[in-house]
């Protein structure tokens, strides 16, 4: 059935019991799972919010509430600026060199967004970008002088590898000159972030937070926020900046608790549960959860002749997000259409500029994934496989 061995086999699996099934079946790196409870409580917002203008002290005061609880939660140092917009992190790909990279920045790429965040600046007029390759397999080994470049950009977990950095290579420690931004899109809220070495860091709400696609959240350090003030009459000198892009509209409309343009309030009400949810829970106990699925999810990986993790190094292995690599006589393509086909499982297809060329399955550990949900989850890939496996051996007997 999932085997390559005949394209046209088509067989149903005859009972799949049923403790064996997921009582949610969304396990999606992103979009991720939108815990219930959220979704039913936007029908008890007020009506002077939803539909309502965002430049109005309703939702001023929505957004100071969600500023307040974002510095709580990551222990953000009083010093740090709080923005937020429209776009989403790959927005920011474009903001960060257009409007914050003075002539150079040094990318670590380990995945299609962080290559592509690599892309974006290469593309930018006046800049030399450059980056460093971080396989699946291999230690971190960097040998470059870094202040050459005004910026370096990481991506902290590479959502379509699975690929986490755990910190700052030593040889990439910050200098004077220099900004460090971090993606920390499928990192934030989960895997802790000393902020005294960084002045950038981003990140989306559909994720780890448990919310809807399009909104970027940025925290930036007072040296960056130096940087930009600096940059904004001398950088439309060397390259048009679309007001869209500008750092500077942000930081304006921020000191008034507004935002540059129309912003999804729906999406910032599901933020602001997932985050109260998180606050409540604790950082260091969210960070445990995800650390002990992790856990689970590599074992369970390493224990099975037909399966192993894509990232090898452990050192580098996400806890956020898991990728598992499938054995070449199983295919991870139909195995994940059947799921999906029959409503059992959504979401753990591999990232498509993966999965062309690695048979492999891609696994949110984020918080709103339940672990008992994640075991049954293992337990059906086990149960599937093994019943495919059986009907190959079948038929090779006939």
Not at 122 to 130: D, G, K, V, Y
Not at 268 to 275: G, P, S, T, V, Y
Not at 334 to 360: C, F, M, P, Q, W
């Amino acid at each position: 059935m999932f085997t390559e061995i005949d394209n046209n086999l088509s067989c149903n699996i005859p009972h799949i019991p049923p403790e064996l099934i997921p009582s949610d079946p969304r396990f999606g790196a992103g979009p991720s799972l939108i815990p219930k409870k959220h979704m039913e409580s936007l029908l008890k917002c007020n009506r002077d919010l939803i539909g309502t203008s965002h430049r109005q002290t309703n939702f001023k005061n929505m957004l100071k509430e969600i500023f307040e609880d974002i510095r709580a939660y990551l222990n953000l140092p009083s010093e740090y600026t709080i923005l937020l917009g429209n776009g989403g992190s790959t927005m920011l790909f474009n903001m960060i060199p257009l409007s914050l990279v003075n002539d150079s920045s040094l990318h670590l790429v380990c995945g299609e967004f962080s290559n592509r965040w690599y892309r974006y600046s290469a593309e930018t007029p006046n800049i030399n970008a450059e980056k460093i390759d971080i396989d699946t397999d291999i230690d971190i080994d960097i040998d470059i002088d870094i202040d050459i470049y005004d910026l370096l950009a990481i991506t902290q977990v590479e959502t379509s590898t699975g690929i986490e950095i755990k910190k700052i290579p030593s040889k990439l420690s910050k200098s004077t000159k220099q900004l460090v931004a971090i993606d920390a899109t499928s990192s934030a809220g989960v895997i802790p972030c000393d902020f005294s070495e960084v002045d950038l860091y981003f990140f989306s709400l559909q994720k780890i937070f448990s919310s809807d696609g399009g909104t970027w959240i940025a925290i930036l350090s007072p040296t960056a926020i130096e940087r930009i003030k600096q940059n904004e009459n001398e950088l439309n000198k060397k390259r048009f900046v679309p007001h869209f892009l500008r750092w500077s509209e942000y930081l304006k409309n921020n000191e008034k608790l507004e935002t540059f343009n129309t912003p999804s309030i729906i999406t910032l009400k599901l933020f602001q549960q997932q985050l109260n949810t998180l606050k409540t829970i604790g950082a260091s106990k969210v960070l445990l959860d995800c650390e002990q699925k992790a856990k689970y999810i590599y074992e369970w990986a390493n224990s099975k002749s037909y399966l192993s993790p894509l990232v090898k190094n452990p050192q580098l292995q996400a806890r956020t997000v898991a990728t598992i690599k499938l054995a070449e006589q199983f295919s991870a393509k139909k195995l994940t259409a059947y799921l999906r086909e029959k409503g059992l499982v959504y979401g753990i297809e591999g990232h498509r500029s993966v999965a062309d060329k690695i048979n492999h399955l891609r696994i949110s550990l984020f918080p709103s994934i339940d672990f008992d949900d994640l075991k049954r989850l293992t337990q059906l890939l086990d149960y599937l496989i093994n019943y495919s496996t059986t009907i190959k051996s079948t038929i090779k007997q006939k």
